[in-house]
Structure formats: C-alpha cells, structure tokens
T-cell receptor
Framework: GNSVTQMEGPVTLSEEAFLTINCTYTATGYPSLFWYVQYPGEGLQLLLKATKADDKGSNKGFEATYRKETTSFHLEKGSVQVSDSAVYFC??????????FGTGTSLTVIP | EAQVTQNPRYLITVTGKKLTVTCSQNMNHEYMSWYRQDPGLGLRQIYY???????DKGDVPEGYKVSRKEKRNFPLILESPSPNQTSLYFCASSFAGPNTEAFFGQGTRLTVV
C-alpha cells in the first residue's frame, strides 16, 4: 500500500539553525512527492514537490530531493526564521486524486 | 483569486443532528476530496471525486456522504454525527493527472457533543 512516515515532533530550533525533517515513503509504482506547510489556523499550502527520482524541489529556501533508492524525501533549510514556525507534512500521490500524508512535524523557531 | 472555500469554519453540534459542510472551488478542477485531520494521525482521506457524479471512498468513509452534482461544489454530509467525528476537516481540489498538487480550503473545526 501507500504510506508516508515522517519524523516525530515537535522540533524547536533557534533562528538561523539548520533544519532537517525526515520523510520516508512506501508506494506502489512511482509517486509524486510533496511537502505541505500549515500555519496556525490555516489550510495546507504546497511548499515544494518532486515528480520523479533525483528531482529536487525547492521554494523559500527549503529543499527536498526525491531519493528512490532510499525511498526518502527529506526537507532541509539552511537557516530557519521565526516565520518558518508551522506544521510540515510530507505527502505522496500517484494519481492526483488521492494523497497520503505523514503525521506532520511541528516546528517552532525561537529568536 | 483562486481558492477553495469551506463553510462553516467552526461548528458545534449534537449527536445525531444532520449537518452539511460545503466546499466550493473556482479553479475548474476535476478532482475534489475531503480529509480529516486528527492529532498524531495526519490527514486521512474520507471521500474523493474525479468529476461530476463520480465519487469514491477514501480511507475513512464510514459515517460520511458526499455528492458532486456540479464541478465546483463538493459538500460533505454527516447524516448522524457522533463524537468520534469531532475533527478538523479539509476540502481539497486539483487538476486531473498524476503530478498535480492539491489546493486546500481553510478547514472546518467540527465538535460533536
């Protein structure tokens, strides 16, 4: 079946620290992979995506590389800001009409 | 502005009282879905629709109904709500195809007492 496992939170970092949130997946076939971000009181917004092996998605300083050999899509950012505080979800989709989400990782960045 | 609109944002109801949560999108998307978000479980799909009059069950469909009579609307119906349906609900839409992203509404916080 299809599933996503992401690292448990919460994660607390100081401003300008390096961020990694681990995500691994199980899927039949070749899914597209996504990172979504949820700010307090809001819906999910797409942060970045990758549609095939070795693709790197990037946006707002965040990056993630689709690693087929390790079935991973880890999210990284070199220097986090207070405004990055949010919940981050890793997700996969094979068909575009069904998305499978991880449990979410809450990030708090302190000044 | 391209968006997915859900109503209401907050709802408190009693067990057994039928309710409907509306969802509308203005992006002419073929696909629409409903998810529920619960602590420690992430988002789980309730129902999805690939086009008008085409709906199918997701991973947690029990206790819910949907309909897709128009392309832009996809209401979620709880015929007899129970406390275990207390959750945060999200509607999402996307273009047809395997690599498309989903666009989400703002969410509906439902409490069943």
């Amino acid at each position: 079946g299809n599933s996503v496992t992401q690292m448990e939170g919460p994660v607390t970092l100081s401003e300008e620290a390096f961020l990694t949130i681990n995500c691994t997946y199980t899927a039949t076939g070749y899914p597209s992979l996504f990172w979504y971000v949820q700010y307090p009181g809001e819906g999910l917004q797409l942060l970045l995506k990758a549609t095939k092996a070795d693709d790197k998605g990037s946006n707002k300083g965040f990056e993630a590389t689709y690693r087929k050999e390790t079935t991973s899509f880890h999210l990284e950012k070199g220097s986090v800001q207070v405004s990055d505080s949010a919940v981050y979800f890793c997700a996969l989709s094979r068909t575009g009409n069904q998305f499978y989400f991880g449990t979410g990782t809450s990030l708090t960045v302190i000044p | 502005e391209a968006q997915v609109t859900q109503n209401p944002r907050y709802l408190i109801t009693v067990t057994g009282k039928k309710l409907t949560v509306t969802c509308s999108q203005n992006m002419n998307h073929e696909y629409m879905s409903w998810y529920r978000q619960d602590p420690g479980l992430g988002l789980r799909q309730i129902y999805y629709s690939m086009n008008v009059e085409v709906t199918d069950k997701g991973d947690v469909p029990e206790g819910y109904k949907v309909s897709r009579k128009e392309k832009r609307n996809f209401p979620l119906i709880l015929e007899s709500p129970s406390p275990n349906q207390t959750s945060l609900y999200f509607c999402a839409s996307s273009f047809a195809g395997p690599n498309t992203e989903a666009f989400f509404g703002q969410g509906t916080r439902l409490t069943v007492v």
